[in-house]
DNA sequence: GGTTAGCACTCGACTGTGATGAGTGCTAAC
DNA sequence: GTTAGCACTCATCACAGTCGAGTGCTAACC
């Protein structure tokens, strides 16, 4: 559909772009000496490219710059994924080296890296615990009136929450409540856990203890929220205000109550697909960054998505550097969750 | 050391600047009616105070402004405690009428609604865990080589940590060693846990177990941190984008990277002392917010500081109504905390 | 026909100037 | 001790003029 000297016209343009953050003129991108073309040639090369949609022209006498359409082109067709550096790679590498304890350790740091090493903002969905299934079930009275619950998850997700005692029960009451949830329920599903709860749990329980129904309501709160709740890293927050689009402070607020926002957010980072997906401008789920682009890249055990991370800057952004890295640790990711899960 | 006439003016002047933001001139003060003099009269005034330190001048042609010190003495001679509006009252009341869950939840709820009633940031830090006991210990094996560990104090408070499990050492040693870990140990202060486990556990566990070295280092290891290990919880970051002194991209950078910094904030809000306080300016105890005000209040139990909330400001902020919330806020948490914790 | 030099034109960014007005300090009168 | 009056200061704003980067178009060139 373009011209090979309309490609190379427009990918100058891009990388001018990205890296100076001005519209490009002509004469810049003839003195390059990649494009052998004079300045008027290219002027109506740019011309026919704003026509078709790729530029944009913020006033007359003003350089192009990148449309969202011309940024998408040149993801799609353009970019050069560079090798990363052997300090980029050794950092990112850095992560998988340390000694293992948490899963949620792992991606929270690996957030904190990439927003180190892109200067943009990073997003890190944890792990989902949907698909997990029990481990173990605890619950430990503190006091008369309330207990801490535990649940435990076969990926070592530990979620738990303070319940109150529904009145006359008794410790050892609770202790076989334990025992009975423990024996059948371990190894089920957390998303059917709560089905299972009264398909088998509810007769069972009434031949140990008194107050089934209270019981049951108890329980049922425990496994309520469990397996929707979901951890959020952000990372590199203030990094978006060293961009120059990002100057004013009315783009920044509307971004920034999206950042603290955690459904949103979930939402917007957590739709995207598996692998690594760009989304640049109004592609993006959620207006406040219409303006920015992310990209983001999943992680997968056995080819069910767990969680996702994302990297999110101005639609100027460095795609090459960033989708590479992107990239680079999809692989590392997708090593170390075989590791972790066996 | 002021004349009543000075002292009116003086709390005039800083009550209009936090009202308008804008410098104060003798004109507004004269025409506001409590001040009965004539604008020459309050200029004299003011030039005295603007020598005894108590105001500032941007410009020759400018009104005043408040100094630090006027500040000073505004909060500690001056401001009206007015009451809380009804509606403010019912907010505030509402974190506690909740069904108690967690206590980090009231913490972070409550940081929530403050920052929401001030439109300023608040930040909280979440019970100290130091000074409470072990209440149980649990080890719990995922496959061959990693395990879940998870301490829980008395005071419901849960922390999890994954580890790697010694080779050699089998489901049934695991077992054994957290039976004598739990009958041993709970009960005992988390900040002597580790003294106590080399004094009485090291040759009782040898009765049971082969590699005792490695598993008391795996334990250690464990135990380790969870002394120190503090949960911060930020509110309303994006608050202070409303106010006019932070219009300036850079003001805004230094102050969110102190946000992010989790240690950094620790210190800043931690120490400070029992009850409520009020820092001003370069009072603070670190330079990103020597423009900023913090107000914070303590949370105690038997007058034991567990935790700080603290909101954060310009010090043009309005004292008078956030000081009250805190007094509020505190006596409230008070008696939460009686409940809570019997 | 594609390419390029030349040129008039556009328009934002910057600079300098003058007007405006809020606010002051000082003096003298009350 | 208080206040009216007045000259003075200085940030802010609107306006005009200059500059220069960059364009679009035309005509010449290969």
Redesign the interface.
Known sequence: MLTERQRMILNAIVDDYIRSAEPVGSRSISKRGDVGYSPATIRNEMADLEELGFLEQPHTSAGRIPSHKGYRYYVDHLVRLDNLSIDEVGRLKSVFAE?????EEIVQHTASILSQLTNYTSIALGPEVFNASL??F?L?P??E??A?A?V?T???H?E?????IPPGISASELEKVVNVLNTKLVGVPLFKLRAQLYNEIGQELSKYVSHVQEMMTMVESILADDSSHREVYLSG??NI??QPE??D?DK??TI??LL?ETPALIKVVGSAPTGIQVRIGQENLHEAISNCSMITATYTIDGQTLGTIGVLGPTRMEYGKVINMMNHLSGQLALFMRRWY?
Chains 1, 2 share one sequence.
Do not use: C, D, S
């Open positions: 000694k293992i304890t948490a899963m481990r173990h605890q430990l503190l006091n009136e309330t801490v535990i435990v076969n990926t070592g530990v738990n929450k303070t319940v109150p927050t203030t205000l060293a990002f100057q402070v920044i607020k920034w109550e603290e066996k």
